[in-house]
């Protein structure tokens, strides 16, 4: 199958959403995706940023679009098993659509709204112009397909000075009843100057379904605000997820983000960062584990187009039967950011002679007064500390695993929430030791 095919394909299976209860300048936008995506195609290998995913698989899928009250099996129990209860607000979206009845919007501060996009988008439609208001394909085809689709998805919004003590949590679940189904959750997160917030992400689905999760995610820092993100995606391997992380920071504002990518059969975590005034600072960290045939595609740019900017990125990765991983980071200095602070570090473990791993950081830099590094490290499992574990009476498979929790307890021990840090170890554990490590053919 061609990549035009498979386009043509694509295509002819959706149109804008909206059926008439978009503004005009809502649904000019989605038209004018539309048209982008038609015109320009989906990435292919030949496009740079894409050179390590093919995404074949996903373009034969004949996916319909996910609407409202597609799911047929979820409950609440269900949704807890997938995502732990951080105790604090909490909206829950199935198929990319907000599900009250599973969601919990009490105890917010005054000046924090907390709601979902469909709503905003009847009762103030306005307010989101700015984010469909660029470019179609200004990134690729898949956000600008996100454009053309998205009806629902989390909308935060901190007024200057507000704090939430507690983690918002947004859960993204999918089921998909037996039909192929793509959902594109747009949620935008919007922090006034000095406000402060922690956002928790989770996607996670039904085992053997077959669907893709075409997610964006937007945050706008004004000054002085600060706001720590988390990411989970355990979605199921029969399914696929393609995901963009936006960001843009205004002066001496705060981002955080470390992000865990265990499912999927392909996903690819992109963040995008604007660090656009003075002082602004960004922490990246992220843990991929792709096994089986996973292929697990991290594409990282940060922006630095102010003085005195900071960004740190740690991503690590683990690689076991034919998984793929991929680290693609690129930090550019735009021509006067002076004082600028930037490192970039990617580090993999290999556990198995199939797995494969393309790691590429870079730095490009238009300025003297800078301080930059970047490096990237792959190795195996250290024999002679296998050999050590196994000589004190401890198993092979256990000295694995505690060799490998060794490896990711770095990137694990960052997560400052006990209650979502647990289940993360928990899930790394059970991935990598007690003997639940697949074997190979």
């Known amino acids: 199958m061609t990549t035009a095919m498979a386009v043509g394909g694509v295509l002819s299976s959706f149109e804008p959403r909206g059926e008439g ?3 005009v300048w809502l649904a000019e936008a989605r038209l004018a995706a539309l048209g982008w995506v038609g015109e320009h195609g989906f990435p292919t290998r030949k496009d740079e940023d894409w050179k390590y ?40 979206f199935v198929n990319g659509h907000f599900v009250a009845e599973f969601s919990r919007l009490t105890g917010l501060p005054a000046g924090a709204e907390v709601t979902n996009l469909a709503a905003v988008l009847a009762a103030g439609p306005e307010r989101l112009e700015p984010f469909f208001a660029h470019a179609p394909g200004e990134h690729h085809a898949f956000a600008a397909f996100n454009d053309v689709l998205a009806e629902d998805g989390a909308f935060v919004h901190l007024t200057p000075g507000t704090c939430v003590d507690e983690p918002i949590q947004l859960v993204f679940f999918s089921d998909t009843g037996g039909v192929p189904l793509m959902s594109s ?46 990411k989970v995606q355990d979605e199921p391997v029969s399914a696929f997820h393609l995901a963009l992380l936006d960001v843009r920071q205004g002066r001496n504002s705060r981002f955080s983000s470390r992000s865990v990518m265990l499912g999927s059969s392909i996903a690819r975590h992109e963040v995008r960062v604007l660090l656009e005034d003075v002082g602004a600072e960004v922490s990246l960290d992220g843990v991929y584990l792709p096994q089986g045939d996973q292929l697990h595609d991290n594409t990282i740019f940060v922006d630095h187009a102010a003085t005195n900017c900071t960004s740190h990125q740690l991503y690590k990765g ?42 590429r950081p870079r730095l490009e830099i238009y300025t003297d007064d800078v301080k930059c590094t970047h490096g ?34 770095e990137m694990v021990d960052r997560i400052g929430l006990e209650a979502l840090r647990a289940q993360l170890e928990a899930l790394v554990a059970s991935r990598f030791g007690n003997g639940d490590r697949p074997v190979e053919p």
């Open 53 to 92: 995913t093919g995404l074949d698989p996903i373009l034969a899928v004949p996916f319909e679009a996910a609407t409202p009250g597609s799911a047929r099996r979820v409950s609440a129990d269900m949704i807890n098993a997938a995502a732990v209860d951080l105790g604090g607000p909490r909206l829950v």
């Open 21 to 23: 209860r978009d503004p």
């Open 318 to 359: 683990v690689l076991d039967g034919r998984g793929h991983g991929v680290f693609n980071g690129y930090i550019m200095v735009r021509p006067g950011a002076d004082g600028t602070d930037a490192n970039q570090k990617n580090k993999n473990l290999i556990l198995s002679d199939r797995a494969e791993v393309d790691t």
């Open 185 to 230: 959750p747009r949620s935008v997160i919007l922090a006034g100057p000095g406000s402060r917030a922690t956002i928790v992400e989770t996607y996670a689905g039904i085992d053997g379904d077959v669907y893709c999760t075409n997610a964006v995610t937007e945050a706008v820092l004004a000054d002085g605000a600060r706001i720590e993100h988390y």
């Open 376 to 409: 990237a490290a792959v190795d195996q499992l250290d024999e002679d500390a296998l050999l050590y574990l196994r000589t004190r009476g401890i198993p092979l498979e256990a000295a694995r695993g505690l060799l490998i929790d060794a490896f990711v307890h």
